[in-house]
């Protein structure tokens, strides 16, 4: 088991800590070490994490210790993004009151299951980065290994503050989580693919990142 991080990180203060990146990454699963060269890593919960950027994309690799999916939750102003990356992608989205009560105004619509590099599933990858904004690697069976790319001025106006929580589910029901934390971030249900009609995020506990 990998050792717990022993600091929460608040969103309230933008991290710098996110480094440029030396190469674009593929995201296609791999975690190619020439890509991640100089990501700033966390590990916690169970997960090793990198983090990194080439320009306004932020890039996240999510590794576990056995076969999983992951699902990143992105909050900007009243906003929270939940990008779900298994056997297909889905992007859900919920409105938030200052209590931090959060309400469903997107479901997930899974898309592009196959992660060939066949003509039809480079351009529904291509199609769903245009269309939601990221993309990440998917696995028909699970897998140790993701890696996401976010169109940060997609989430937000240059203006509003960015934050992130990384999850991942070791099959079937354990859910892991970081920053830690107590909403709903932590769900095994939303973290299995399944967003409720109403749930709690407190995007200030999670992780900033700085436009």
Not at 53 to 72: N, Q
Not at 99 to 107: I, K, L, N, Q
Not at 163 to 178: F, H, M, Q
């Amino acid at each position: 088991m990998w050792p717990l991080l022993s600091a929460v990180l608040v969103a309230s203060a933008a991290s710098p800590d996110v480094p440029v990146l030396g190469r674009d990454v593929a995201a296609d699963g791999r975690l190619d070490s020439a890509e991640w060269a100089g990501a700033r890593e966390v590990r916690a919960d169970g997960m090793r994490i990198r983090l990194g950027r080439r320009g306004d994309v932020l890039a996240v690799a999510v590794e576990l210790e056995a076969t999983g999916i992951s699902s990143l939750l992105v909050a900007a102003g009243d906003r929270v993004w939940v990008l779900h990356a298994s056997a297909a992608l889905g992007t859900g989205e919920y409105r938030c009151a200052t209590d931090g009560a959060c309400a469903r105004t997107r479901e997930f619509d899974y898309r592009c299951r196959d992660p060939s590099n066949a003509p039809a599933s480079v351009a529904c990858r291509k199609e769903f980065r245009s269309a939601d904004g990221w993309i990440a690697s998917v696995d028909p069976s699970g897998t140790r290994t993701r890696e996401f790319l976010i169109d940060l001025r997609r989430f937000g106006t240059s203006r509003t503050p960015l934050s992130l929580a990384v999850t991942g589910l070791v099959l079937p029901d354990r859910a892991l989580r970081w920053p830690a934390g107590d909403d709903d971030a932590g769900s095994v249900k939303l973290q299995q693919g399944f967003l409720e009609e109403r749930m709690r995020f407190t995007p200030r506990s999670w992780f900033g990142i700085g436009r």
